[in-house]
């Protein structure tokens, strides 16, 4: 009797071992979070429009910039540099985002697990860009940091600038080439921007919606987005939005991202 007690507590700790493994399992699973955005006419967008029809608030002012090579290898391999640096603040933030353009879902999920990630990693961001009828799935990071006296939102020395990003640089994005690819691209980066951009939070249709207006050599582009983890409550707020837009006479033609905007793809 005694022996048969045992033997069913081993046997309950391997279930409950089991269990809990298979719900940690399922728990990191990678479940992107989805981001639909849509470009809006600017020319009918200035500041008070943007704060009446969408009950806006201002919130920032940036300066973005991109850095890849003048051929574009780290795009052309599907990564993007961001650098954000904030007015009247000593803020900045380093986004790296490794994109997977034209893949399926499960496949681009597939690869990504294949780098080591599990989707426990809380400082991933994983997602799906839904734009102008593209789906993308991105993995990023972004990395806060402090201005210092060469980045600044005044001045932005490239090779400063390109220093940050090396030493911050997330070690799964380092390793997902190799690293001595991934610092020999860095080294041969230029500077692309800087745009301007104004950010501000409203909603639209009863949904939460930012809106970004980013002006660059010239050309100005408004970007209307919001987040939504559930797949098909995202696509419901794309049609709706698209249909909205479309009445009112509000979408723009140019649906390009706000990378191709300032880098010229």
């Given amino acids: 009797m005694k022996k048969f007690f045992v033997t069913f507590c ?7 071992s089991a269990i809990s493994f298979d719900s940690t399992q399922a728990k990191a699973a990678i479940e992107p979070e989805h981001e639909i955005k849509f470009n809006i006419k600017s020319e009918l967008f200035a500041e008070s429009d943007i704060l009446n029809v969408f009950q806006a608030t201002k919130k920032d002012e940036v300066k973005v ?17 961001r650098l954000r640096v ?12 490794k994109r997977f353009l034209n893949t399926p879902l499960d496949e681009a999920i597939a690869i990504t697990e294949s780098h080591g990630f599990t989707g426990a990693e809380s400082n991933y961001k994983f997602e799906m860009d839904i ?18 006296s060469k980045v600044s939102y005044d001045t932005v020395d490239a090779n400063a600038a390109k220093k940050l990003i090396l030493d911050n640089v997330p070690k799964k994005i380092l390793n997902w080439h190799s690293e001595a690819w991934y610092q020999n691209t860095l080294s041969l980066a230029v500077v692309y921007g800087p745009a301007k951009a104004t950010t501000y939070k409203g909603s639209f249709a009863g949904y939460e919606a930012d809106i970004e207006v980013w002006q660059y050599q010239g050309e100005t582009m408004v970007e209307l987005s919001t987040k939504e983890e559930d797949a098909l409550k995202a696509a419901v707020i794309e049609k709706e939005w698209h249909d909205q837009l479309e009445s009112a006479g509000y979408l723009s033609v140019d649906q390009r991202g706000k990378t191709a905007f300032v880098m010229g793809m």
């Fill in 10 to 16: 081993l046997i309950g700790i391997v279930l409950v």
């Fill in 65 to 81: 910039y991109f850095f890849d090579t003048p051929n574009k290898d780290f795009l052309n391999e599907d990564y993007i540099h």
């Fill in 86 to 97: 904030y007015n009247g603040s000593n803020k900045m933030d380093i986004t790296y985002k």
């Fill in 131 to 148: 734009k102008g009828g593209n789906r993308t799935f991105t993995i990023s990071r972004k990395e806060s940091l402090k201005t210092t």
